[in-house]
């Protein structure tokens, strides 16, 4: 069993804690909403959608959080400023989760931060994310935004070594925190299956070598696993998106983009499970567990 | 050892991601006087190709062709130090400037297609993610490509592409070089729409219609 002796630090959004030693404080899970190709889009460009099948879905995310207790996050994308105004302004009144939020350009993310703002969301958002080499002025408009908590991605192919993410992360701390972001969470960045092995390696490097919360998005294997349908003719991709989670739980991710949030219902159970038995781990240890972690309410 | 199994043993530490392999036995071909550049060509280039064609078929990861193309650079840069110093130069088969329209960071497809193009015997300069209309017109006067690669990976950034083009007109170079489009939005009817002269639907598409563009000039 996994397990760290570095000290960890715990960050606290809208009192959802991430972070620690594995075991002690239930993954975070984060489903995504209006990813490229949902099903659930029918106008990309101006962001509608089916609004009770996505209001379904945010539901029953939150109805798993409850029972597993792994709290519960949405990650909101938009492909246009109008779609990712449309997507917040849905979510932010559909749910008390944390939100995850970015854009993939400037003028989403302008459109982004400028929603935060007006409805008064800083203390509930995360945003989605950082990478190596990102300009001065997207830091400061997160926190022009009110928002402290940022994801920063290990994003790098000049070093496929775990150390190469965690080198690219390092950097990527210390130039966001001089510019005054205090909150980074680490994603370790999963890009298909064989880098799943060095993103949950460089987990446990980050949290052992730098003890901040780390975490990646492992269903990004599953998506670019071409073989799985082709060679071994299976068209249902929910058991290899519940192990994937369960393994990066397994390898001590404290958040995990865990993929669509149409894999709600497979993942919670596979990742409180693992949760629950970490967590037993740490209770012989002599760790005192809050009473809403999965090794006491999933049996 | 012969030179077989030299080319042997690049071939093997090039499908198996081992750059300390692929150094030591293109340094190995350099003591046993075999031509750098022909080591370069059969014992480096050749394998990658084949591993470049593997993820086309779907047959291979991205992370394998990254490390793969990892371990080739490892063995080009001892061999390109002897191909300078004999004054010699790997055969090009073009030149192609490539880079991510502005306001589209993605990176990763215009990578594999520039490891493609390089494994292929194109020059490749890099100019990055986000990158600007007027960086991009500057870099082909500058550089005098045979090919400008565009690549944008969204709806939204797409239009980018249209832009360069316009502007490559405007500057008088639009007839001097080539443009292949790059990304997933993009289609055969944008590359008319636009303009442009190919499209690389994927990486391995990419170096097909390269090389036509090249046999084309």
């Given at each position: ?5 570095t ?23 984060i ?19 089916d ?6 879905l ?10 597993t ?7 909101v994308?938009?492909?246009t400023p ?5 997507y917040i302004?849905?979510v ?34 995360i ?39 965690v080198?690219a ?8 925190e001089?510019?005054?972001l205090?909150?980074p ?11 799943l ?22 269903h ?29 739980t ?10 669509p ?8 159970p596979a ?6 038995a ?22 | ?8 043993e ?17 340094r190995?071909?350099i ?11 059969e ?5 990658l ?13 991205i992370?394998e062709?990254?490390a793969?193309a ?23 088969v073009?030149?192609v ?17 520039a ?42 950034t797409m ?5 360069v083009i316009?502007?490559?007109?405007k ?42 563009l090249?046999?084309?000039?």
């Amino acid at each position: 069993m996994y397990s760290i002796e570095t000290e960890q630090r715990v960050i606290d959004v809208d009192d959802v804690k991430i972070g620690g030693i594995p075991g002690e404080n239930p993954t975070v899970l984060i489903g995504s909403l209006f990813y490229r190709k949902s099903p659930l889009v029918t106008d990309e460009e101006e962001g509608k959608f089916d609004r009770a099948r996505a209001e379904e879905l945010i539901t029953r995310q939150d109805e798993l959080s409850d029972i597993t207790g792994n709290p519960a996050m949405l990650d909101v994308e938009g492909s246009t400023p109008t779609a990712v105004e449309n997507y917040i302004d849905f979510v932010a009144e559909r749910t008390d989760s944390p939100l995850l939020i970015g854009g993939s350009t400037p003028d989403i993310r302008a459109a982004a931060l400028r929603m935060v703002k007006e409805r008064g969301l800083e203390d509930r958002v995360i945003y989605n994310s950082l990478m190596p080499e990102c300009s001065k002025a997207e830091v400061e408009a997160i926190l022009d935004a009110g928002i402290d908590t940022a994801v920063l991605l290990g994003y790098t192919f000049s070093d496929l070594r775990p150390q190469g993410r965690v080198e690219a992360l390092k950097k990527l701390i210390e130039e966001t925190e001089n510019l005054g972001l205090s909150n980074p969470l680490l994603d370790t960045f999963v890009m298909d299956v064989p880098s799943l092995g060095i993103a949950f390696n460089a987990m446990k490097e980050v949290k052992a070598k730098i003890g901040l919360p780390a975490g990646c998005g492992p269903h990004n294997a599953i998506g670019m696993w071409r073989g799985l349908r082709k060679k071994m003719k299976i068209k249902s991709k929910r058991p290899v998106v519940a192990s994937v989670n369960a393994f990066a739980t397994a390898s001590g991710a404290d958040f995990l983009l865990y993929g669509p949030i149409e894999a709600a219902d497979d993942v919670f159970p596979a990742v409180s499970m693992v949760d629950a038995a970490y967590g037993f781990n740490q209770v012989q240890l002599g760790k005192r567990l809050t009473r809403e972690h999965p090794l006491f309410k999933i049996a | 050892m012969n030179k077989a199994a030299i080319f042997r043993e690049l071939e093997r530490a090039v499908k198996n991601f081992d750059e300390k392999a692929a150094e030591k036995y293109s340094r190995m071909a350099i003591e046993a006087g075999i031509d750098p550049v022909e080591t370069l060509e059969e014992g480096l280039a050749k394998p990658l190709r084949e591993v470049g064609e593997r993820f086309g078929r779907g047959e291979a990861f991205i992370t394998e062709l990254i490390a793969g193309a990892q371990a080739m650079e490892a063995g080009a840069e001892v061999l390109n130090e002897e191909i300078k110093r004999h004054g010699k130069k790997r055969k090009s088969v073009g030149e192609v400037l490539i880079g991510t329209v502005e306001g589209d960071i993605h990176s990763i497809g215009k990578n594999i297609v520039a490891t493609m193009l390089r494994a292929n015997g194109f020059e490749v300069y890099d100019l990055g993610v986000d990158v600007s209309t007027e960086d991009f017109v500057e870099a082909v006067r500058r550089h005098k490509p045979d090919i400008l690669g565009l690549s944008a990976l969204m709806t939204t950034t797409m239009d980018k592409q249209r832009k360069v083009i316009d502007a490559l007109r405007k500057a008088g170079l639009r007839d001097d070089v080539k443009v292949i489009l790059g990304g997933a939005p993009v289609t055969r009817e944008w590359v008319e729409e636009i303009d442009a002269d190919a499209c690389g639907l994927d990486a391995s598409s990419a170096v097909v219609n390269a090389l036509k563009l090249i046999k084309e000039e």
